[in-house]
């Protein structure tokens, strides 16, 4: 605890509420076991609640008064215990009036009027003066205990005389020795100070009367401290929750002990037994321990309550296992699992050895306990490999599902995480996995977005770009409409309609494109015709072929060949192939076109000799803006096999480019529908 | 004759001053506005027998600017925009638009497309074609089932006998496909045997004869991987 926190309000309540609790607490054990004391024969619990003259201690210390007279009166002892003992009773001043007559040894002490020899075996009682209306009288027969002219029975359990009975009743032998001798000890009605020495009975007398108003004075200042707690009871809770968090550092097991410690001292101070004028001291040295049982039960459920689950697992056993994991971790998986099994191994071979030893030394000696201690340990033995078989259990279940969360991943879930246990063998892989999953997916949605973005710049920039050219285009128009100019200006002006013409397919190209690879394109899927599409589409380019010079070697089936497209989109791309195998085919060279069933797929091939040398690859031609040529001086955006490749890929087509020397071929292929 | 009145609407006025000349070179009167609040302030002020409208301007757009005009007259409207998706054609057609062509555009189609949505309105009307029985009627196109004659916006066209049949097969249901075989085998009466090369060469011709822009068919239309059609207007 630092300074800070013992200066704070929860503390200073906690600490009332542990006062409070701690006085009640004690009082009712006082009041409890005061209650219980009834029979007079304790130790003078219920003294300080008592009149004076009816508690234990003013009645043992008349007995030990009298025990004192009593053997002084036996003769047996010496000139300086006759001097002592005198000056002992005479110590109490006028509280006692005593007399101690042997006839035989002729020993008279007293410090009373008048002789007690004519009272000798004539069974009347003495009379004493006025205020000493109790007595203690031996006749040398028998003890009479008087009080207020009449005698108690002082055989009566409850009575309070039972345990301080004179030696007497005890040892009848010395009854004959006494035959002719009487003793008396009358005790003051009101107990009054001795200006000449110390009056034992008064000063307890005193104290004890102070210990009632003390015991008083407590309750109130524990119910007022108690109501106080009452009040600030979140100040309390705040700091019991402190406290929980501090205890539940310790191990359960130090806890247990501590507790068992504290339980034994206050078993053992209780049971212990002070003199007669320690009593009131003694009861709250009993108290004591009492109290702080309680509190170690009170932190224990306070742990308990708060820690929950904790409280148990926060042993010294889990500290062993988790030190060792951490010790685990400094070597590599491999390492770690191959230690831990030769570590079960080398202990579980020393368990076998202890345990083969104790049980010889147990069938020797015949001895029970060493057996049990046997057994113990081969049973912790056991428990020790049920647990690594647990373990090992558990480890190649998580592998089993970390092989199928990789397999997850391989086939593109990003979203389902791993979940392991934190203290599992795999758990760092899993989280590994996770966060490569994480990365992934992040990365897969910085593309999306950045290809997003990507399209919709070149869609508004291709929108963006069609105004002026509307505007360029008409004026063209309008100019070529001029006569009258000169012949070299009209042909500029041929060369800007001609260009701003191109300037137009290719802004139109690239919207589709982009719209194509941005898959916002509106699909329209039905049940088309292949080699129908085919058929029509070169019927439709009869034209642009003819003007070619190509021969067109076509393979169609007249039998439908079915697949589910999008057949506007799917002309767009039959119109690009061909007029691509046109544009770069070899004169005189024949363009052959095969339309094929594999399976259920339809495969539509278009193969043409190129007219220029094809140096580069396969990727390399579809990639935007590279064309064939290098020189890029023909007509043509550039773009048209990349839209062709984009478009068969939304129509649900597969479509692929080989080449081979200067022969070049499209393979288009469909599932059939 | 009073000279016939176009509006043009563009918020760009460059675009607006070339199709006005090429309107008066045409012999029309041309009307600028370069918002839809404008275009709505003439049309309530003066007598206009055509607009063209451009779709994205300030203020009113082409569209909502359509509407308004629909609300209360029919004059034929064509719409110009730079937005060339089908769905984009098929919305402005369906706010009561009469064409639609894209930017940026050719002058001698949009003069055509004046041309004939001028004729149809002006000389035609709609109402007296679409009460006789024996024309067949998509649209500007007409087929006369008693002279087998066909025509585009009241204008005559000349097809040969074979394509005349194809366009009165093909106009008696209109929107319906037809397979090339089908086609071959009710106009040709022949049993069809790779004849779609066939079928296709007339459809062309048929295409370029009645379409103002062959590459861009308004009526007659290739459905691809199914046959033809005549679009059901």
Redesign the interface.
Same mark, same amino acid.
């Given at each position: 605890m630092d300074t800070k926190l013992k200066k704070s309000k929860p503390f200073k309540v906690w600490i009332c509420f542990f006062l409070a609790v701690s006085i009640l607490a004690g009082l009712l054990a006082i009041a409890l076991i005061a209650l219980l004391d009834s029979d007079g024969v304790g130790r003078g619990w219920k003294d300080p609640f008592l009149d004076y003259r009816d508690s234990v201690s003013f009645k043992q210390r008349t007995a030990d008064y009298f025990d004192m007279m009593f053997f002084l009166a036996l003769g047996s002892s010496d000139s300086n215990d006759l001097e002592s003992s005198k000056n002992a009773l005479d110590e109490e001043g006028q509280n006692i009036k005593y007399c101690v007559v042997n006839r035989d040894s002729g020993l008279i002490l007293k410090n009373i009027k008048g002789d007690l020899s004519s009272l000798s075996n004539s069974g009347k009682m003495p009379v004493l003066p006025e205020g000493y209306k109790y007595f203690w009288y031996f006749d040398g027969h028998k003890l009479w205990v008087i009080d207020d002219g009449k005698p108690v029975d002082i055989q009566r359990m409850d009575s309070g005389y039972r345990d301080n009975l004179l030696p007497t009743e005890r040892y009848p032998a010395y009854l004959a020795k006494l035959a002719h001798s009487q003793v008396l000890l009358a005790v003051k009605d009101d107990l009054v100070q001795n200006p000449y020495g110390h009056s034992s009975y008064y000063q307890e007398q005193q104290l004890l009367s102070a210990m009632g108003w003390i015991y008083g004075c407590l309750l109130i200042f524990g119910l007022l401290l108690l109501a106080y707690t009452i009040i600030r009871r979140p100040d309390k809770r705040e700091f019991d929750r402190k406290l929980a968090s501090w205890s539940g550092w310790m191990w359960l097991e130090v806890k247990i002990l501590l507790s068992l410690l504290v339980l034994t001292v206050s078993v053992g101070v209780s049971s212990d037994y002070f003199g007669a004028f320690d009593r009131a001291l003694n009861l709250q040295l009993a108290i004591c321990p009492l109290v702080l049982g309680l509190w170690c039960f009170y932190l224990m459920l306070l742990d308990l309550h708060i820690n929950g689950k904790k409280f148990f697992t926060h042993n010294s056993i889990n500290a062993l296992l988790t030190w060792y994991r951490q010790y685990e971790k400094k070597y590599s998986w491999h390492q770690a699992m191959l230690k831990r099994a030769y570590g079960l191994v080398a202990i579980e071979a020393i368990l076998a050895l202890l345990s083969v030893l104790f049980l010889i030394t147990a069938i020797e000696e015949a001895n029970a306990p060493v057996l049990l201690v046997a057994f113990m340990i081969a049973g912790a033995g056991l428990y020790l490999i049920y647990r690594y078989l647990k373990r090992y259990d558990d480890t190649l279940g998580d592998l089993g599902r970390l092989m199928d969360h990789i397999e997850l991943i391989k086939n593109g879930d990003m979203d389902t995480r791993l979940e392991a246990a934190a203290d599992a063998d795999i758990y760092p892989a899993a989280q590994n996995l996770n966060f490569i999953q994480e990365g992934m997916n992040a990365a897969v949605a910085e593309k999306v977005k950045s290809e997003h973005m990507k399209v919709e710049l070149i869609t508004n920039v291709s929108?963006d770009l069609?105004?002026p050219?509307?505007?360029?285009?008409?004026?063209v128009?309008?100019l070529q409409?001029e006569e009258d100019l000169p012949e070299h200006v009209g042909d500029y002006i041929k060369i800007l309609a001609h260009k701003?013409e191109r300037l137009?397919n290719l802004i139109?190209d690239l919207?589709d494109l982009s719209k194509a690879s941005s898959d916002n394109l509106?699909l329209n899927m039905?049940q088309?015709? /292949?080699a129908? /599409?085919i058929?029509?589409?070169?019927?439709?380019m009869?034209e642009p072929v003819k003007a070619s010079g190509l021969t067109l070697r076509c393979n169609i089936p007249?039998d439908p060949v079915c697949i589910r497209?999008d057949?506007?989109k799917?002309?767009r791309v039959w119109e690009n192939l061909i007029s691509n195998a046109l544009k770069y085919s070899l004169t005189g060279s024949r363009v052959f076109i095969d339309l094929t069933l594999d399976g259920k797929d339809a495969v539509a091939t278009i193969k043409n000799t190129a007219n220029y040398e094809m140096n580069f690859t396969e990727e390399e031609i579809l990639q935007r803006f590279v064309r064939g040529d290098e020189a890029r001086t023909t007509e043509g955006s550039g773009l048209g096999l990349s839209i062709a490749q984009s478009f068969t890929q939304i129509c649900g087509g597969k479509f692929a480019i080989k080449i081979d020397g200067d022969l070049f071929k499209v393979e288009l292929r469909f599932t059939g529908a | 004759m009073e000279k016939q009145r176009v509006l043009v609407v563009d918020d760009?006025r460059? !675009?607006v001053n #070339? !199709?006005a !000349?090429?309107l008066r070179?045409e012999g029309y009167e041309a009307l600028k506005a370069y918002d839809g609040l404008q275009a709505l302030d003439i049309i309530s002020t003066q007598k206009v027998q055509l607009i063209i409208l451009d779709v994205m301007m300030p203020k009113l757009d082409g569209l909502s600017t359509t509407l308004k005009i629909r609300e209360e007259k029919n004059i034929p409207i064509i719409i110009l925009s #730079? $937005?060339? *998706?089908?769905?984009d054609k098929v919305l402005g057609l369906s706010m009561g638009a009469d064409d639609y062509v894209t $930017? &940026?555009?050719?002058?001698?189609e949009l003069m055509a497309r004046v041309k004939s949505q001028l004729r149809r309105y002006l000389s035609l009307g709609d109402v007296n074609i679409g009460s006789r029985s024996n024309l067949l009627q998509s649209g500007g196109l007409c087929f006369d089932l008693e002279s087998h004659t066909l025509t585009v916006d009241g204008e005559l066209v000349k097809l040969t006998a074979t394509e005349t049949r194809i366009v009165e097969l093909l106009m008696h249901s209109p929107g319906r496909i037809f &397979?090339?075989e089908e086609i071959y085998e009710r106009v040709w009466e022949a049993p069809a045997? %790779?004849v *779609?090369?066939t079928?296709?060469?007339h459809i062309?011709r048929i295409r370029e004869k009645i379409e103002i822009n062959p590459k861009e068919p308004k009526y007659l239309k290739?459905?691809? %991987? !199914? %046959?033809y059609k005549i679009e059901k207007i």
């Amino acid at each position: 605890m630092d300074t800070k926190l013992k200066k704070s309000k929860p503390f200073k309540v906690w600490i009332c509420f542990f006062l409070a609790v701690s006085i009640l607490a004690g009082l009712l054990a006082i009041a409890l076991i005061a209650l219980l004391d009834s029979d007079g024969v304790g130790r003078g619990w219920k003294d300080p609640f008592l009149d004076y003259r009816d508690s234990v201690s003013f009645k043992q210390r008349t007995a030990d008064y009298f025990d004192m007279m009593f053997f002084l009166a036996l003769g047996s002892s010496d000139s300086n215990d006759l001097e002592s003992s005198k000056n002992a009773l005479d110590e109490e001043g006028q509280n006692i009036k005593y007399c101690v007559v042997n006839r035989d040894s002729g020993l008279i002490l007293k410090n009373i009027k008048g002789d007690l020899s004519s009272l000798s075996n004539s069974g009347k009682m003495p009379v004493l003066p006025e205020g000493y209306k109790y007595f203690w009288y031996f006749d040398g027969h028998k003890l009479w205990v008087i009080d207020d002219g009449k005698p108690v029975d002082i055989q009566r359990m409850d009575s309070g005389y039972r345990d301080n009975l004179l030696p007497t009743e005890r040892y009848p032998a010395y009854l004959a020795k006494l035959a002719h001798s009487q003793v008396l000890l009358a005790v003051k009605d009101d107990l009054v100070q001795n200006p000449y020495g110390h009056s034992s009975y008064y000063q307890e007398q005193q104290l004890l009367s102070a210990m009632g108003w003390i015991y008083g004075c407590l309750l109130i200042f524990g119910l007022l401290l108690l109501a106080y707690t009452i009040i600030r009871r979140p100040d309390k809770r705040e700091f019991d929750r402190k406290l929980a968090s501090w205890s539940g550092w310790m191990w359960l097991e130090v806890k247990i002990l501590l507790s068992l410690l504290v339980l034994t001292v206050s078993v053992g101070v209780s049971s212990d037994y002070f003199g007669a004028f320690d009593r009131a001291l003694n009861l709250q040295l009993a108290i004591c321990p009492l109290v702080l049982g309680l509190w170690c039960f009170y932190l224990m459920l306070l742990d308990l309550h708060i820690n929950g689950k904790k409280f148990f697992t926060h042993n010294s056993i889990n500290a062993l296992l988790t030190w060792y994991r951490q010790y685990e971790k400094k070597y590599s998986w491999h390492q770690a699992m191959l230690k831990r099994a030769y570590g079960l191994v080398a202990i579980e071979a020393i368990l076998a050895l202890l345990s083969v030893l104790f049980l010889i030394t147990a069938i020797e000696e015949a001895n029970a306990p060493v057996l049990l201690v046997a057994f113990m340990i081969a049973g912790a033995g056991l428990y020790l490999i049920y647990r690594y078989l647990k373990r090992y259990d558990d480890t190649l279940g998580d592998l089993g599902r970390l092989m199928d969360h990789i397999e997850l991943i391989k086939n593109g879930d990003m979203d389902t995480r791993l979940e392991a246990a934190a203290d599992a063998d795999i758990y760092p892989a899993a989280q590994n996995l996770n966060f490569i999953q994480e990365g992934m997916n992040a990365a897969v949605a910085e593309k999306v977005k950045s290809e997003h973005m990507k399209v919709e710049l070149i869609t508004n920039v291709s929108h963006d770009l069609k105004t002026p050219l509307t505007s360029i285009i008409s004026y063209v128009d309008l100019l070529q409409k001029e006569e009258d100019l000169p012949e070299h200006v009209g042909d500029y002006i041929k060369i800007l309609a001609h260009k701003s013409e191109r300037l137009k397919n290719l802004i139109q190209d690239l919207f589709d494109l982009s719209k194509a690879s941005s898959d916002n394109l509106n699909l329209n899927m039905e049940q088309i015709d /292949l080699a129908r /599409l085919i058929k029509q589409t070169l019927a439709d380019m009869e034209e642009p072929v003819k003007a070619s010079g190509l021969t067109l070697r076509c393979n169609i089936p007249d039998d439908p060949v079915c697949i589910r497209s999008d057949g506007k989109k799917l002309y767009r791309v039959w119109e690009n192939l061909i007029s691509n195998a046109l544009k770069y085919s070899l004169t005189g060279s024949r363009v052959f076109i095969d339309l094929t069933l594999d399976g259920k797929d339809a495969v539509a091939t278009i193969k043409n000799t190129a007219n220029y040398e094809m140096n580069f690859t396969e990727e390399e031609i579809l990639q935007r803006f590279v064309r064939g040529d290098e020189a890029r001086t023909t007509e043509g955006s550039g773009l048209g096999l990349s839209i062709a490749q984009s478009f068969t890929q939304i129509c649900g087509g597969k479509f692929a480019i080989k080449i081979d020397g200067d022969l070049f071929k499209v393979e288009l292929r469909f599932t059939g529908a | 004759m009073e000279k016939q009145r176009v509006l043009v609407v563009d918020d760009d006025r460059e !675009i607006v001053n #070339a !199709i006005a !000349i090429n309107l008066r070179n045409e012999g029309y009167e041309a009307l600028k506005a370069y918002d839809g609040l404008q275009a709505l302030d003439i049309i309530s002020t003066q007598k206009v027998q055509l607009i063209i409208l451009d779709v994205m301007m300030p203020k009113l757009d082409g569209l909502s600017t359509t509407l308004k005009i629909r609300e209360e007259k029919n004059i034929p409207i064509i719409i110009l925009s #730079a $937005k060339s *998706e089908d769905t984009d054609k098929v919305l402005g057609l369906s706010m009561g638009a009469d064409d639609y062509v894209t $930017k &940026p555009f050719n002058s001698m189609e949009l003069m055509a497309r004046v041309k004939s949505q001028l004729r149809r309105y002006l000389s035609l009307g709609d109402v007296n074609i679409g009460s006789r029985s024996n024309l067949l009627q998509s649209g500007g196109l007409c087929f006369d089932l008693e002279s087998h004659t066909l025509t585009v916006d009241g204008e005559l066209v000349k097809l040969t006998a074979t394509e005349t049949r194809i366009v009165e097969l093909l106009m008696h249901s209109p929107g319906r496909i037809f &397979p090339a075989e089908e086609i071959y085998e009710r106009v040709w009466e022949a049993p069809a045997y %790779g004849v *779609e090369n066939t079928v296709m060469v007339h459809i062309r011709r048929i295409r370029e004869k009645i379409e103002i822009n062959p590459k861009e068919p308004k009526y007659l239309k290739v459905v691809w %991987g !199914i %046959g033809y059609k005549i679009e059901k207007i």
